[in-house]
């Protein structure tokens, strides 16, 4: 009994200690110095809710351990718990979460693997289907540039040869101009001679009307031709916008391929 008692007071002392460490906020709480405290570890600065009862007698012989019951209680009342639920670890509940945890990730692994390559295969379709509709777009553009080059060399053709009939109109007018201006000259002569001669008077004068009608048929012919000539150059005018118009048309054509040849990079 008396070991015994002397065990119970060791541990009960060892108690006093950490209370008193624990209300002085100590550094170091000498849990390991009996069972008890080692018991009782997680009761009193731990995470259990805990319960101090304090038993006192009203006998004036039990006064000293009245009072230090008392003062152990206030001590006691300075420490402080957190609360907090302790669970109990169930390895084979973890190991099924973690088994459903990695189902779960390879699904969803596997179904972003899928749409991936979905998502390639409408990517690989896109490309051949921009590759076709761009080497369509090249077979049109070679085409409608052949038609334009061909059609370019056709104005080019039209332009040369009107420029040639311009020229033959201008040399005809010339020629007009110059045959105007001999019979003017000859008709001036005349004029001349038939002041010199008065016999010859009615002769001059049928003379100077055949010459006066043939001068304005000459004329006449001189106006229908320079018409003629206004008229080529508007149809000149024409062909020549019609050539820029080609030739824009092609430019466009070529901008096109280009923007074309970008967005398919882009794709790629």
Do not use: W
């Not at 849990?31 to 009761?43: C, E, I, P, Y």
């Not at 099924?96 to 945890?101: A, D, F, I, S």
């Not at 096109?256 to 040849?261: C, D, G, N, V």
């Amino acid at each position: 009994m008396i070991e015994e008692a002397k065990f119970i007071n060791l541990s009960l002392s060892s108690l006093g200690k950490c209370i008193n460490a624990l209300a002085e906020n100590s550094s170091h709480i000498p849990t390991r110095d009996s069972k008890l405290t080692r018991m009782l570890r997680d009761s009193f600065g731990g995470t259990a809710r805990t319960s101090l009862v304090v038993t006192i007698g009203p006998s004036a012989r039990h006064h000293s351990e009245t009072s230090s019951t008392v003062l152990f209680g206030q001590r006691a009342m300075k420490v402080v718990n957190t609360i907090r639920l302790k669970e109990e670890v169930d390895y084979e509940t973890l190991y099924k979460n973690v088994e459903n945890e990695v189902d779960h990730l390879t699904s969803e692994m596997e179904r972003q693997q899928k749409l991936r390559h979905r998502e390639k295969m409408q990517l690989e379709k896109r490309l051949k289907e921009s590759e076709t509709f761009l080497n369509d777009l090249k077979m049109i553009s070679s085409v409608q540039i052949e038609n334009l080059e061909k059609e370019k060399h056709q104005f080019e053709y039209a332009v040369k040869r009107l420029m040639q009939e311009l020229e033959e109109k201008e040399g005809r007018n010339n020629v007009l101009s110059e045959k105007i201006v001999h019979l003017e000259t000859s008709l001036n002569e005349k004029k001349q001679q038939q002041l010199e001669s008065f016999s010859t008077t009615q002769i001059l004068a049928e003379t100077t009307k055949t010459y006066e009608k043939k001068m304005g048929e000459l004329l006449r012919e001189l106006e229908e031709e320079r018409s003629r000539s206004a008229s080529m150059k508007g149809h000149f005018n024409v062909l020549e916008q019609q050539l820029s118009d080609a030739r824009s048309s092609a430019q466009f054509q070529e901008n096109m391929a280009r923007e074309l040849k970008r967005e398919l990079s882009k794709i790629t």
